[in-house]
Each structure stands twice: as structure tokens, then as C-alpha cells.
């Protein structure tokens, strides 16, 4: 099997963001929910999120789940992805929290940095 380069991950990752913009999504929301995430309430930030998403009739917002992200003790967590902007981890989340982070970061699209543990991707564009 032949090894990935660097240009080859570079091509996954504007691929992805490619099909991000391209499938008519403004924002992406990632619910982590491995067993950590949901012990720690995960299921009941999906749920916040369902609520507000619902009540704010936008039609550009994707919602996702992903296993754990390794940071156990941080959970619950989300991640914000929106098109050009770098994405945003929450950690340590509460239904307060995640309906002012959807008002502020997912409407309004500025990210409420008091939450969030950190900005961007582990590689350099």
C-alpha cells in the first residue's frame, strides 16, 4: 500500500472544506459522543442543539457525531466548523453554554471564545 504525502493530505483536507461549501452548508456541528462524551452528557447537548436548530429555521447548518476526540476530561465537547473560518473546539459544555455558542457562534458567526479550547487544525495551511 502506498504511504499518503503531505500533498496528499493537503488534497483530502480542501476536499473536505470543498464539499462543506459545496453541499450548501454554512456551518458544520460535530457532537462528540464517544462513551466519555455521552457519560459526561453529550446526548443532552445534542439535544440543545436539535431544540435551538429548530427553533432558528436555518437551513445551512449540518450536524454530525464523532467518537472520542481523546480529551476525556473536557467532555462534553463540540466542534464548529464554518466555511472559511478555522474550526472552534467546546469543551465543558453545559445547555447554557451550547444555546449561546448556536446564538452567537452558529447565527451570528462570532465564536464565544470563553468555551472554547482552541481554534484552528493541527496542520499550517
Not at 496528499?8 to 464517544?34: A, C, N
Not at 462534553?76 to 472559511?84: A, F, K
Amino acid at each position: 500500500m502506498a504511504k499518503l504525502t503531505i500533498a496528499d493530505l493537503k488534497k483530502i483536507k480542501e476536499d473536505y472544506h470543498q464539499g462543506l461549501r459545496e453541499g450548501g452548508f454554512r456551518v458544520k456541528i460535530t457532537v462528540h459522543m464517544g462513551t466519555c462524551g455521552i457519560a459526561a452528557g453529550a446526548r443532552g447537548i445534542m439535544n440543545t442543539i436539535m431544540e435551538e436548530l429548530a427553533k432558528s429555521n436555518l437551513k445551512d447548518v449540518a450536524i454530525t457525531t464523532s467518537g472520542c476526540a481523546g480529551l476525556c476530561s473536557q467532555e462534553p465537547m463540540t466542534t464548529i466548523e464554518t466555511t472559511g473560518q478555522p474550526p472552534i473546539k467546546y469543551t465543558a459544555l453545559t445547555e447554557e453554554k451550547m444555546r449561546k455558542i448556536f446564538a452567537e457562534h452558529v447565527v451570528a458567526g462570532r465564536p464565544v471564545t470563553e468555551y472554547a479550547l482552541v481554534a484552528g487544525h493541527e496542520t499550517t495551511y
